[in-house]
């Protein structure tokens, strides 16, 4: 079954807990001691690491999975990439809107029909103006580009894309309600930014148009994850 992407009933199940863990053990025991947490994101270390084993053991356990791994190739090799995801039954991927719409069009054939639903990346946060500019050669702004970035994503086919918490609502008003924007940058009031700068809480990041939330180190970095959890809850 595809995943809900109006998940407007409980706001716990629109949290997705980051797992950056460097083994599949240190991500299992955090996934076993947090029962509650619904959906979990497997990006490229974790994946690297131990990727099936991860997948595997989060399966069996009923959860759901965004597997972050950003591709980015020719046509032909994201789509057979994609196409084994599909195996893992990963509910969402992602893939860099900047291969190009061919690209994604060749990605989405492969997961139709499937569970996994493909994400854009528009640009990496940490690409700031400048670079973009003058090292990338992209002649636009930077809300300009990734506007751009997520229609072409749209066109080519894709449920919805990766977004800052501040650029969702001027997305949500270009691409409908039907498109899933899922955005990290989320702190809840009071925690540590850590390498993010340009954060909203919870509940801002919902009130935006957020479908979804990524949240990491708040909840895995914290003392005590499972009142970090809860905390969190409370505030969406
Ligand atoms: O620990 P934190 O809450 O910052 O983690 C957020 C997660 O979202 C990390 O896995 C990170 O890779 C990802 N992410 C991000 N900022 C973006 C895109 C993705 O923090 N712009």
């Keep these: ?8 009933k409980d706001p716990a199940s629109k949290i997705i807990v980051a797992l950056d863990f460097p083994t599949a053990i240190a991500a299992i025991n955090l996934c076993d ?12 270390e974790l994946f690297i690491a131990d990727g099936s084993t991860v997948l595997r053991e989060l399966k069996a356990r009923n959860k759901k999975i965004f597997l972050d791994l950003k591709l980015h190739d020719i046509p032909n090799t994201v789509a057979s990439a994609c196409r084994i995801a599909t195996k893992y039954g990963a509910d969402f991927l992602t893939i860099h809107a900047s291969g190009g719409k ?3 069009q060749a990605a989405q054939a492969e997961v ?11 640009l990496l946060t940490s690409i700031s103006a400048q670079e973009l500019a003058s090292d990338l050669k992209v002649s636009v702004e930077v809300p ?3 506007a751009e970035m997520v229609v072409l994503a749209q066109k080519s086919g894709l449920t919805g894309a990766v ?28 925690a540590a930014l850590g390498d993010q700068s340009r954060v909203m809480t919870p509940k801002q990041a919902i009130a935006a148009g957020a479908n979804y939330l990524v949240i990491g180190r708040p909840i895995t970095a914290a003392i005590d994850p499972v009142s970090a959890w809860k905390q969190i809850c409370q505030d969406c």
């Excluded at 001691?33 to 490229?44: A, T």
């Excluded at 800052?164 to 949500?172: D, F, M, Y």
Aim: glycine content about 8%.
């Design 1 to 8: 079954m595809k995943i809900n992407l109006n998940p407007e």
């Design 33 to 44: 001691r947090l029962p509650e947490v619904s959906f979990w994101k497997v990006g490229l």
């Design 102 to 104: 061919a690209m994604m």
């Design 112 to 122: 139709r029909g499937s569970t996994t639903q493909l994400l854009a990346i528009s």
């Design 144 to 146: 300009e580009y990734v």
């Design 163 to 190: 977004c800052s918490p501040h650029e969702v609502a001027n997305l949500r008003s270009l691409l409908g309600d039907d498109f899933c924007f899922v955005t990290p940058g989320v702190r809840p009031t009071g």
